[in-house]
């Protein structure tokens, strides 16, 4: 993961990290964090598709700073590739830090979505 100073991509999602999503330190389960990753890639594909989607594969993803209760997590995608019925998004996850301006990004991943048809067959992915 790059030090970057600003996002890349589009806001697809914002939700604030609540106790109810944390360990008893305090700290924000990754698990919880690549579910709002999944949630915006599929808000995103599904606009991209015009159509129902699926996550099909999620690369490599590492975390790089805690998210603590409290926090806005801020979660900015970009579709990078698009191919016959599936997609390639580019994820950021990053903290705005409670009461702050200080945003801080605390993991990346590439996600490939698929777009489905009626019956849950990959269908192709129409032109923009």
């Known amino acids: 993961m790059t030090a970057d100073n600003k996002p890349t991509g589009e806001l697809t999602l914002r939700t604030l990290a609540m106790p109810a999503d944390a360990n008893a330190a305090g700290d924000i389960f990754g698990g919880w964090v690549m579910a709002q ?3 915006s890639c599929g808000i995103r594909a599904a606009e991209r598709a ?3 989607v699926v996550t099909a594969a999620v690369k490599e993803m590492a975390f ?3 998210i603590k209760i409290g926090d806005t997590l801020c979660i900015y995608t ?3 590739k698009v191919g016959r019925t599936s997609m390639t998004l580019k994820v950021e996850a990053w ?3 409670y009461l702050s301006h200080l945003m801080e990004k605390v993991t990346d991943a590439i996600f490939v979505m698929v777009a489905l048809d009626e019956n849950g067959k990959p269908k192709a992915v129409p032109e923009e």
């Open 37 to 39: 990753m999944d949630l």
């Open 50 to 52: 015009r159509g129902r």
């Open 64 to 66: 790089a700073l805690p």
């Open 78 to 80: 970009d579709v990078v």
């Open 95 to 97: 903290a705005q830090r």
